[in-house]
Nanobody
Framework: QVQLVESGGGLVQAGGSLRLSCAAS????????TGWFRQAPGKERDFVAA????????NYPDSVKGRFTISRDNAKNTVYLQMNSLKPEDTAVYYC????????????????WGQGTQVTVSS
């Protein structure tokens, strides 16, 4: 069982940066791949980034590649999402999720979810 708590969301102007954090409970966090997803009002939940258990592998969709960076510190049971060059279309609730073993872009494959943190990018 893993519990996830996101933080770091807020209001930022276009072109700005934010760093989201996802703090996980449990002593076996390093056995879980972790992903970030986002959901804007009236839209589906979209994949944003994923990182392997060790942190050696990452994956991003084209929409954020080169702007967002996912990282993790297993000693602190925390995963981060550094977001740079933010655009108004990045506005959404951002969720952290965890699943056993390998990384995935599919939201349905993740077993544990945080409550989400709002990111709003003004133009």
């Amino acid at each position: 069982q893993v519990q996830l708590v996101e933080s770091g969301g807020g209001l930022v102007q276009a072109g700005g940066s934010l760093r989201l954090s996802c703090a996980a409970s449990g002593r076996t966090f390093n056995t879980y791949a972790t992903g970030w997803f986002r959901q804007a009002p009236g839209k589906e939940r979209d994949f944003v980034a994923a990182i392997s258990r060790s942190g050696s592998m990452t994956n991003y969709p084209d929409s954020v590649k080169g702007r967002f960076t996912i990282s993790r510190d297993n000693a602190k049971n925390t995963v981060y999402l550094q977001m740079n060059s933010l655009k108004p279309e990045d506005t959404a609730v951002y969720y952290c999720a965890a699943r056993r073993l390998t990384i995935s872009q599919a939201a349905a494959s993740y077993d544990y979810w945080g409550q989400g943190t709002q990111v709003t990018v003004s133009s």
